[in-house]
């Protein structure tokens, strides 16, 4: 049975929808992947932009929905990507998730937005934007030569960087390596992904690492839940960094979706969740909401 995009955009709209429905029709639309639905996402990005109390973290699902369309669909998305990035007063969650989009789909004219916040955004504190346009422009400049390298694995998602085909030192160690690149350390790590069973045990240090920013660090998180299984440590780790109200919001969001993926133990995972479904930070505690709803759905 065909599935109706207007439907779920009637759920993205509706004022009495939770955000796991809501985050559920996002999904549903992005999957759907055509040009009513991409068009129907845009029109729920305004919706949502404009309610009180908007939410970070649905916002920042449809964005990274958008970097993830059909290519043949950046006409209708390119610009409304340029405007969000552009937006002084959105969320950074938001603003670097549509960078890291625009990226994806079209990397010609995304080289003066890139160029003009990999260098200085003053209302980003934690460089998060910054960081993105710096991976993003690396990224255009680079994708004549390393697009192939693009979608490979993990349903075709399209990373940030292109993942080295080899790499001639332990991804961990190179990525710690202060000399390395962020573009690099960003290759190194889904070069680290699409070796899992050789180099992931390992992907904790990364975690545990004060050398590593914001966007990295829940980028760390993404790829765990990517890879989808984890030993002991990297769960214990990904606790520990939902817990510490220190890290970064980013990384704490990214960290509990990762653990209710990777998480074998049912009480403890529950426990965790149920705690910071209550969290006093908005895109924690609905990433938290998100991911009760994935146990309850999903068993």
């Known amino acids: 049975m065909e599935k109706s995009p207007q439907k779920f955009y009637e759920i993205i709209i509706n004022a009495t929808s939770t955000v796991d429905q809501i985050y559920t029709a996002i999904f549903e639309l992005r999957t759907i992947n055509n040009k009513e639905a991409i068009e129907l996402l845009k029109q729920g990005f305004y919706h949502l932009n404009k309610v009180e109390n908007k939410s970070c973290l649905l916002l920042h699902e449809i964005a990274y929905a958008l ?21 002084d007063q959105q969320f950074d969650v938001v603003r670097h998730e549509a960078a890291e989009a625009l990226a994806n789909i079209n990397q010609k004219e995304a080289l003066d937005i890139f160029d ?10 934690l460089n998060i934007l910054q960081d993105t346009c710096i ?9 004549h030569e390393l697009g192939h390298l693009y979608g490979q694995k993990y349903l075709g998602t399209r ?3 292109a993942p080295f085909e080899k790499l001639d030192k332990d991804p961990v160690e190179y990525i710690l390596d202060d000399q390395t690149s ?4 960003y290759r190194a790590l889904y070069y680290l992904r699409n070796n899992a069973e050789i180099y992931f045990n390992n992907i904790d240090q990364l975690l ?3 050398k590593l920013g914001a966007l990295f660090k829940h980028e760390i998180c993404f790829v765990i839940g990517q890879v989808g299984v984890a030993p002991k440590q990297i ?51 609905e990433t938290a909401i998100v991911s009760l709803k994935m146990m309850e759905f999903y068993g």
């Open 67 to 87: 970097g993830q369309a059909d290519l043949s669909l950046e006409s209708i998305i390119t610009q409304f990507l340029i405007q969000i990035i552009s937006d």
């Open 116 to 125: 003009k916040y990999s260098k200085k955004n003053v209302n980003d504190n």
């Open 135 to 143: 991976i993003g422009l690396e990224k255009a400049k680079t994708i």
């Open 159 to 161: 990373e940030p960087a």
């Open 182 to 185: 962020l573009f690099n350390k």
């Open 208 to 210: 545990i690492s004060n």
């Open 235 to 285: 769960h214990e780790a990904l606790i520990n960094m939902i817990k510490d109200e220190n890290q970064p919001a980013i990384a704490r969001h990214e960290a509990i979706a990762a653990f209710q993926t990777v998480s074998s133990n049912k009480e403890i995972t529950l426990e965790i969740l149920n705690e910071y479904a209550k969290s006093i930070d908005q895109i924690v505690r």
